[in-house]
Nanobody, 123 residues
């Protein structure tokens, strides 16, 4: 499966962005999806995950209540709605796909990765 992330940009603190990840290739609805992010000089970290059915969702603690992951299997797209953005959310955001029906949090669980989209939050 090929993944194309988009929707990043520059936003002021407190603002919102919606990231999209469009999938092509194999059946999108059979993959769990996740969002990760990598800030400059840091490792790539888990942000949010959603099972292929949408019944299992998990967020890292720092984004709970601010970010929402969702998916539209008819459009082969997963979204990350980011509200209340903070400067510490600045990073390159990656979408990823995993075989299975769970909201995986480990990077090693994901087999396919998109190219990343830059999110910059100014203070």
């Amino acid at each position: 499966v090929q993944l194309q992330a988009s929707g990043g940009g520059l936003v002021q603190a407190g603002g919102s962005l919606r990231l999209s990840c469009a999938a092509s290739g194999r059946t999108f609805s059979s993959y769990a999806m996740g969002w990760f992010r990598q800030a400059p000089g840091k490792e790539r970290d888990f942000v949010a995950g959603i099972s292929w059915s949408g019944g299992s969702i998990y967020y890292t603690d720092s984004v709970k209540g601010r970010f929402t992951i969702s998916r539209d299997n008819a459009r082969n797209t997963v979204y990350l709605q980011m509200n209340g953005l903070k400067p510490e959310d600045t990073a390159v955001y990656y979408c990823a796909a995993a075989v299975g029906d769970y909201a995986y949090t480990m990077e090693a669980s994901y087999s396919y990765w998109g190219q990343g989209t830059q999110v910059t939050v100014s203070s």
